[in-house]
């Protein structure tokens, strides 16, 4: 089974401080990709990143940064020195690896950044 | 960047008529589109797969005949609520696909579809 959890549904921070979105995702598939969304209030969803299952390099993009571990099965996000206009909902998904397969969402983990 | 266009972006209408939604890629040809269905503080619910120049595919348990998608071509999609009831409003969020089945999806901003 195809599965994304993201145990966290809603968390406050106050701005400055640093947040670490948890993902933990199930697949019998060697291979598969991982992906970060953003909806913020406005409501579209922003593809913040990629990452294959056979790429376990951390990725760091300004304040962002994934931390992506196959042995715990878990892709989590972490946001340094959080702002205000990072609050949004987050949404972690799977592409499980054959064509046709389709995107599995998280939950979403809503984030609220108080200034 | 690829930039998909949804229209309207709200609409209410009264129970019976039928709504139209457009997706648009707006710079690449899509050749695959999704729609999703999205409930308040809840997931996106993939409701069916649209494909250029052939028919949508429908995830099990969304009415094919109540949901009508159109993919008439690379750059346009089209979802219709048809006969729609209160229980049909939500907000409805498209996306397309640039490039390898694999690639980012694109999202639209989505529809705030209001039946009263």
């Known amino acids: 089974a195809q599965k994304v959890t993201q145990a966290q549904t809603e968390i406050s921070v106050v701005e400055k401080e640093d947040v670490t979105l948890d993902c933990v995702y199930e697949?019998?598939?060697?291979?598969?990709?991982l992906f970060w969304y953003k909806q913020p209030p406005s409501g579209e969803l922003v593809f913040l990143i990629r990452?294959?299952?056979?790429?376990?390099q951390n990725e760091i993009s300004g304040r962002y940064s994934w931390n992506f571990q196959k042995s715990t099965s878990s892709f989590n996000f972490t946001i340094t020195a959080s702002q205000v206009v990072d609050s949004a909902v987050y949404f972690c998904?799977?592409?499980?690896?054959?064509?046709?397969?389709?995107?599995?969402f998280g939950a979403g983990t809503i984030l609220r950044v108080k200034s | 960047g690829a930039v998909v266009s949804q229209h309207p972006s709200r609409v209410i209408c009264k129970s019976g008529t039928s709504v139209k939604i457009e997706c648009r890629s707006l710079?690449?040809?899509?050749?695959?589109m999704f729609w999703y269905r999205q409930f308040p503080k809840q997931s996106l619910m993939l409701m069916a797969t649209?494909?250029?120049?052939?028919?949508?595919?429908?995830e099990q348990g969304v009415e094919k005949d109540k949901f009508l998608i159109n993919h008439a071509s690379l750059t346009l999609s089209t979802l219709t609520v048809t006969s729609a009831h209160p229980e049909d409003s939500s907000f409805y969020i498209c996306?397309?696909?640039?490039?390898?089945?694999?690639?980012?999806?694109?999202f639209g901003n989505g529809t705030r579809l209001t039946v009263t």
């Open positions: 996306s397309a696909l640039e490039g390898a089945w694999d690639s980012p999806l694109h």
């Open positions: 697949t019998r598939d060697t291979t598969y990709y």
């Open positions: 990452r294959n299952s056979f790429d376990e």
């Open positions: 998904a799977l592409l499980p690896g054959e064509y046709g397969n389709k995107l599995v």
């Open positions: 710079d690449f040809q899509a050749t695959t």
């Open positions: 649209s494909n250029e120049g052939s028919k949508a595919t429908y």
